[in-house]
């Protein structure tokens, strides 16, 4: 187990180089001189020659590449991201300001879809074909077929205009988290419902959960000892993905319910060719990714034991 | 009275285009102390006898007929007087022991867990009897917080043999347990098997397709073709070697499918249990029938003591006219 974190966390490196060499590289990939642009940002559309040489010389953008890089990487190490092209606030303490924001309505929505999906898929595996089924899979399909921008707005409809009963956009309680995270968990829940179904019919239909019944076990028992672990595995990959997606900002949901969280904030930067701050939203949405993908694959070992000892550690 | 007495079962299975006759009209009993086998190729319905004697079957099965367990009928009983039986009173070894073990628990917990569920053991106590029986399949307790997939297909066969065991029950139902295991390691598990029982007093089930297996530890074999049980008798009376002998022809045609004597093929194909042929299911391929086989099914005929034939000329006196 330990030689496998050691392999996870050197490949979460590894990614992580990747990301910082796209980022850093995508600065030069757009189109026009980055000073020009820098210097647009700052000082509006009738530049002289000389502000752009004096944004290009102050900013050091007349080293060579891999100086820059460097030294950019040695400000990022220190979680200096620099400022804001256009705001001039600092990017990190920016994204520290929105990330949580983010972060709370990821883990609502994700806990939300976990709590409904994993259940009803199970409910439903077992009364396979009979009415509670297709109740079910009936409602899922409603799940996934619903755009989130669609209800999105429908339940900002009923709930904050018809019933008065909820806010309709901002953040602050848990008041304001209700509807964004149920437009969010929505079609997830039906997602996760459908693969523990499945997962959950395959795994009954194993030759050891033959042998777990063969044993005299209860239902309870054969369900939740032996069942439940093998069928969680495709479930725990598909929402630690979601969750890699979730954590990176869910531009639509976040723009309906006026969330400032950071996808609004990458898509503003955007807007605004705000690089700087554009860098460190894909800097931090990459480092995300890394993490959550490092921290499914370790669940994933303690669950199983046939990646924990297999690769000849 | 017999620890087992199936009485005239029916197994079918029901899907949207056919049903499928696994078993039709078994009769066979196990008495206690005794050692039965179940032979017979692959796809005749024998993995399926020994699925419906534990109710191990899917839900679209149709089960008519009687398992008498002591009396008492199986088919009748609650889920939890079936619970009650299956590890406790019914032990079972499922095919292909790779498959059969589940692949996130510890070993040892996949055999102690059945101390706790039927003997109302504590976790300790429980861990402590797994371990002595460990070391009576052969297999190192320091092994037993390892898991399936570390194991050989032969330890793992190991494993499903304590687990069958566990609870000392009357019988052991092996299905079989000797499937995909060299010549070797086939006997040694063989040699294991019957020594655990015979020690415990256990009767045992056992099916296979390995009839060198089956002469070698059964008091008595049943051969079984496309779902009907068509030869039951003491194995000496089973195993005879020489053709037109008064076992069945398919009997007799297994025997001499066997490498040592003779290596001959039987012709033809296994019938589809969803289309079974008329008259005597085994005419098709049967180098000894005659006009009506294709017509008369045959009844079960004793035509020794306790030896019981379903063929129409078998044991005839007019067998050669």
Redesign the interface.
């Known amino acids: 187990m330990y030689a496998y974190i050691v392999k996870r966390l050197a490949l979460v490196f590894l990614v992580m180089s990747g990301v910082t060499v796209i980022t850093f590289g995508a600065m030069y990939l757009a189109p026009g001189d980055p000073a020009e642009i820098i210097a647009t940002a700052r000082y509006g559309q009738d530049l002289t020659p000389g502000q752009i040489e004096w944004v290009r010389s102050t900013e050091h953008l007349d080293d060579p590449v891999y100086i820059q890089y460097l030294t950019w990487l040695n400000h990022i190490i220190r979680l200096d991201l620099g400022r804001s092209l256009i705001t001039f606030d600092d990017v990190a303490e920016e994204i520290a300001v929105r990330f949580p924001t983010t972060l709370t309505l990821a883990l609502a929505s994700l806990i939300l879809s976990l709590c409904i999906g994993i259940p009803v898929g199970i409910i439903s595996a077992l009364h396979k074909n009979a009415f509670l089924d297709y109740t079910t899979t009936s409602i899922a399909l409603l799940g996934v077929s619903m755009p989130n921008f669609w209800l999105g707005l429908i339940l900002i409809w009923f709930f904050s205009l018809y019933l008065r009963v909820l806010p309709s956009f901002g953040s602050g309680g848990i008041s304001h988290l209700i509807l964004p995270a149920v437009t969010l968990g929505a079609s997830m829940a039906a997602i996760t419902m459908r693969l523990m179904r499945s997962s959950m019919l395959d795994v009954m239909g194993?030759?050891?959960i033959?042998?777990?019944?063969?044993?005299?076990?209860?239902?309870r028992?054969v369900l939740f000892?032996?069942a439940l672990?093998?069928a969680l595995l495709p479930v725990i990959t598909f929402s630690g993905l979601q969750l890699g997606f979730l954590l990176g900002g869910t531009v639509i949901v976040e723009t309906i319910f006026a969330w400032p969280g950071i996808g609004k904030l990458l898509v503003d930067s955007i807007y605004a060719r705000d690089y700087s701050m554009i860098q460190g939203c894909v800097l931090l949405i990459g480092l995300l990714f890394a993490i959550t993908n490092l921290a499914i694959d370790l669940l994933y070992a303690s669950?199983?034991?046939?990646i924990r000892?297999?690769r000849h550690d | 009275m017999a620890l087992i007495e199936i009485k005239n079962l029916n197994v079918h299975f029901y899907s949207r285009n056919d049903i499928v006759k696994a078993n039709n009209g078994v009769d066979l009993s196990i008495g206690e102390n005794e050692i039965v086998g179940l032979i017979g190729e692959t796809g005749c319905g024998k993995t399926i006898l020994g699925r419906a004697i534990m109710r191990l079957l899917s839900p679209n099965v149709s089960l008519e007929g009687s398992i008498l367990y002591l009396g008492r009928n199986i088919l009748d009983l609650t889920q939890q007087e079936i619970q009650a039986i299956r590890g406790r009173e019914i032990g079972m070894i499922l095919q292909n022991p790779a498959a059969s073990l589940n692949p996130v628990l510890p070993v040892g917990e996949q055999v102690a867990e059945v101390f706790r569920c039927h003997l109302g053991n504590s976790v300790a106590e429980a861990e402590q009897k797994a371990k002595g029986l460990f070391e009576q399949v052969g297999i190192d307790p320091a092994r037993m917080k390892e898991y399936p997939h570390q194991f050989s297909g032969g330890m793992k066969q190991r494993v499903m043999i304590a687990i069958g065991l566990a609870a000392t029950p009357k019988l052991l139902i092996a299905d079989e347990p000797t499937k995909g295991l060299d010549k070797e390691r086939k006997w040694q598990i063989i040699t294991l098997m019957s020594d655990l029982i015979r020690k415990r007093s256990v009767s045992m089930l056992l099916i296979t397709h390995d009839l060198e297996i089956a002469e070698a530890i059964c008091d008595r074999i049943a051969v079984m073709y496309a779902g009907e049980i068509i030869e039951i008798g003491r194995t000496a009376d089973i195993m005879q070697r020489t053709l037109h002998s008064t076992t069945h022809p398919y009997a007799n045609a297994l025997i001499h499918a066997l490498p040592k004597y003779g290596m001959m093929p039987i012709p033809g194909e296994i019938p589809s249990l969803s289309s079974l042929p008329s008259g005597c299911r085994f005419h098709p391929r049967c180098a000894e029938r005659r006009e009506d086989c294709s017509q008369v099914h045959p009844e079960m005929r004793e035509i020794q003591d306790n030896h019981l034939v379903r063929c129409l000329y078998r044991g005839v006196s007019n067998e050669h006219p």
């Open positions: 194993q030759e050891y033959a042998t777990a019944r063969a044993k005299g076990l209860d239902k028992t000892r032996h672990k093998n669950i199983d034991p046939r000892y297999d």
